[in-house]
């Protein structure tokens, strides 16, 4: 099965998720922290997911699911109940409205995985199987979190500061592109004397933004 790797920005795009047990917690959390819209459809809730519904940060429809829940203007659906059959009901509705689907712990009835993520500030590490073996990718998980540094985040933002610094003072050419990996092996600090600041500026100096001619 090939599979397309890619990255959402879900900021304020409705999602439907039907269950709100185990399976649906972890999958809820996720879509909250990429801050996307999110209805919950279940009869009952774990506490974690009532509280989030009392608190606002999504709205639950304390029912079952029924036929023609799944609305056309959703961006994406979640199936995690219990019953087989309703999350294949869900799935074969939101194929119907061609909106993609994730039926959870039942891979043919899906169009895109859950990935296993190693987080640090905007750094994401996703890691799939295609549904083979989430075991796996949880185990490859836990081993690069253990080898990452914890501040790495911290050392990504200074990077990303000094990449628009050096944006703004270099000519787009291959210079610049060179640059911009050399500075991603080095140390990078947020203060103004950081060495690789530093190394930039002086790297502006030989290579000077072409000048922009006086408009008539």
Request: some cysteine; overall charge negative; aromatic content about 6%.
């Amino acid at each position: 099965m090939d599979l397309f790797p890619i990255f959402l920005k879900l900021t304020g795009r409705r999602c439907l998720v039907v269950g709100a047990g185990n399976l649906a917690e972890s999958k809820i959390e996720s879509l909250r922290a990429a801050h996307a819209d999110v209805t919950v459809i279940a009869p009952e809730a774990r506490p974690r997911i009532a509280e989030m519904a009392a608190s606002g940060e999504i709205t639950w429809i304390q029912r079952e699911f029924t036929a023609g829940d799944v609305a056309e203007d959703l961006f994406l659906v979640v199936t995690a109940t219990n019953v087989g059959a309703v999350n294949r009901a869900v799935y074969l509705e939101a194929q119907a409205k061609n909106i993609i689907c994730n039926a959870v712990d039942d891979p043919p009835f899906c169009d895109f995985y859950f990935p296993s993520v190693v987080r640090r500030g905007d750094l994401q590490i996703a890691i799939s199987t295609a549904g083979a073996s989430p075991a796996l990718a949880q185990r490859l998980r836990k081993e690069i979190n253990a080898q990452l540094p914890l501040d790495t985040g911290d050392w990504l933002t200074d990077l990303g500061n000094l990449r628009r610094e050096v944006t703004q003072m270099e000519p787009l050419n291959e210079e610049r592109k060179l640059l911009l990996h050399q500075l991603a092996q080095r140390e990078v600090c947020g203060y103004d004397g950081c060495p690789s600041r530093v190394l930039a500026r002086q790297h502006a100096k030989t290579n000077p933004l072409p000048a922009i001619e006086e408009q008539k």
